[in-house]
């Protein structure tokens, strides 16, 4: 058996590895420490957002400061609008889908429903009698959210609003 020879790095060759091991070990960051420009599940949820919002024709952005006459006659700027899409947005950023609702013994997740209901919670919150959302929906059937389950994940949303894990004055 021939031995081999000891190959010796220049100082570029060395600089090179220590810099792929560097990138390599900051690749993996904590799920809490990742961007949504690094963490692909997190745009993926996001792109689902935007399909769940546009069934439920969820308001958009932020409010815009509209110019609105007041009864003594003066003009104010006032927010107009609702943002429940941006909130919507934020909850999921923040929050673990795997602590928000759980799956097993026969018990079936997927995002998309996890990500309706997250809707359907921001959409409730702006009008607690809100009755046009029904459980016989098309979509809501399809995704597979139900009375249980949307009790269930909106219960978890309020406790994470309470304990403050959520920031609640954006909420």
């Known amino acids: 058996m021939k031995k081999r020879k000891h190959i010796f790095l220049d100082d570029r060759a060395k600089i090179d ?6 990138k390599k070990y900051e690749k993996f960051k904590p799920y809490d420490q990742k961007t949504a ?6 745009n993926e949820k996001l792109a689902q957002l935007s399909v ?11 409010p815009t400061l509209v110019l609105t006459k007041r009864e003594e006659g003066d003009e104010v700027l006032l927010p107009a609008g609702g ?3 941006d909130r ?8 673990d889908f795997r ?12 995002p998309l429903m996890i990500i309706t209901a997250i809707c359907m919670y921001v959409m409730r919150q702006d009008n607690p009698r809100r009755g046009d959302i029904k459980y ?5 059937r399809n995704v597979g959210v139900t009375k249980e389950i949307y009790k269930h994940i909106s219960q978890k949303l309020d406790s994470y ?11």
């Open 17 to 22: 590895r220590l810099a792929n091991k560097i």
């Open 37 to 42: 420009d690094e963490d692909f599940r997190l």
């Open 52 to 62: 769940v919002a546009s069934n439920f024709m969820m308001t958009g952005h932020s």
């Open 83 to 85: 943002g429940q899409k």
């Open 88 to 95: 919507a947005r934020e909850i999921i950023s923040k929050i």
């Open 99 to 110: 602590k928000l609702y759980r799956g097993g013994k026969g018990r079936k997740t997927d």
């Open 136 to 140: 016989s929906n098309d979509f809501i």
């Open 161 to 171: 609003i309470k304990s403050g894990n959520l920031m609640s004055s954006s909420i």
